[in-house]
């Protein structure tokens, strides 16, 4: 199964304000850019050399904000009803 179909099976009541935020100016200087690969949503793609981080679709899973070295990513909880919610099956 690739990673389409399993968001196919997560539903997302987004918040109107975003909970995670990344400066990419941050992860443009970054010698691992370890959130290309550590992101199960592959939020975080490079394009013409740069970082590019679309929230849309993302888990919620704070592995990158455990993961980044450089401080780039500010993460916080959904507000209370809104985020991800798993379905099983």
């Known amino acids: 199964m690739n990673t389409t179909e399993k968001l196919l099976r997560v539903n997302f009541n987004p918040d109107d304000t975003p909970h995670i935020k990344v400066d990419t100016s941050i992860c443009n200087e970054c010698s691992t850019q370890i959130c290309l690969n550590i992101c199960p949503a592959e939020r975080f793609t ?4 740069k970082m ?3 929230v849309d679709g ?5 592995a990158c904000r455990i993961s980044c070295e450089t401080d780039a ?5 959904p507000h209370g009803g809104c985020g991800v919610r798993f379905r099983l099956g």
């Open 73 to 77: 990513v500010t993460w916080n909880f």
């Open 46 to 49: 490079l394009e013409s050399g």
């Open 58 to 62: 993302c888990l919620e899973c704070g």
């Open 52 to 54: 590019r981080f679309v």
